[in-house]
């Protein structure tokens, strides 16, 4: 990452309309972590947080989401995870994410502006203390649904975004289900 790259996201968040007052805050406390880490927000040697980059993936269609049952943290989640020194962008990062942990190869970005933003704790593990991850969540669409997890995952899932608005997830995971109801005819 450069400083264009940070210059670019930090536009990015300040122009971004959140979902919600939570979202709102996430994007707040987001562009707050940005500008006071601004040569290393993305890296994992920041410790009380970094940068991590997401996928809300869905099948052409749009009616359905793709989770996956994640082995450290025992939730399902959407694909994701840390950035990379080589990722262009977090949008890239996300991507790139996406394809290692589900396996497929046909996935694409709707678009490179953010869809979500989101900031989680990380609980303490083995040399990790507890952390921030300050989530950027984008927009990818995949044209095959055949999953091949790797080995981050326990499991993955086609869900039917109402479905998941109806579930028992994690509040950031229906928040993505209720803005995929905003992309088009959705049934």
């Known amino acids: 990452m450069n400083k264009q790259t940070t210059n670019d996201l930090l536009a990015q968040l300040k122009t971004y309309i959140a979902f919600d007052a939570r979202e709102g805050k996430?994007?707040?406390d987001t562009i707050s972590f940005i500008e006071s880490h601004r040569t290393h927000w993305w890296q994992r040697a920041t410790r009380e947080g970094h940068m991590t980059a997401a996928a809300w993936v869905l099948n052409a269609e749009h009616t359905h989401a793709l989770l996956l049952h994640h082995a450290k943290l025992n939730r399902w989640l959407?694909?994701?995870g840390h950035l990379d020194d080589t990722d262009e962008s977090p949008a890239?990062?996300?991507?790139?994410?996406?394809?290692?942990e589900s396996g497929i190869a046909s996935l694409s970005l709707m678009s490179s502006t953010l869809f979500d933003v989101d900031v989680h704790a990380i609980p303490e593990r083995k040399n990790e203390p507890t952390h921030l991850h300050y989530d950027m969540r984008y927009l990818?669409?995949?044209?095959?649904?055949s999953v091949v997890i790797s080995d981050e995952s326990l499991g993955a899932q086609w869900m039917s975004i109402s479905e998941i608005v109806a579930s028992h997830l994690d509040e950031s995971i229906t928040r993505l289900a209720k803005k995929s109801f905003l992309l088009d005819n959705h049934t």
Do not use: C, M, N, S
């Not at 890239?92 to 290692?100: F, M, T, V």
């Not at 990818?140 to 649904?145: C, E, M, R, S």
């Open 26 to 28: 996430y994007r707040l």
């Open 78 to 80: 959407q694909p994701g």
């Open 92 to 100: 890239h990062g996300a991507l790139r994410e996406a394809i290692e």
């Open 140 to 145: 990818i669409v995949a044209k095959d649904t």
